[in-house]
């Protein structure tokens, strides 16, 4: 059994509905093949990387072996871990302002 940690989490998107300046991490043929971006020559882990990847007409990989482009069917992008919005418990939180006190 083969186990791994990643710091980041991973959103598997079709081609066709990437979100504009989406990072790719990897990405996933119709074959089933499974690629890492690094395993690309001059593929760099930047913004806008997907929309370079759609404009070539292939990749070539490290080993020599090029991919079409048109053979991609996912690209695994680096999903945007949002905290939740819990609140402070009250006794830290701080008021923005204070009630006026009565004047007797």
Known sequence: MVSAEAKTLLKRVDVDYVP??????????????????AEFAQQKKYKGNIDQIKNASTLKLKSGEEID????????????????????????????????SDEN
């Open 20 to 37: 504009t300046k989406a990072v790719a991490m990897a990405l996933e043929t119709y074959d089933g093949d499974f690629y890492d971006l």
């Open 69 to 100: 482009v048109n053979g991609i069917r996912y690209f695994f992008i680096a999903k945007k871990d949002r905290p939740s919005m819990k609140l402070p418990p009250p006794e830290k939180m701080h008021p923005a302002f204070k009630m006026p």
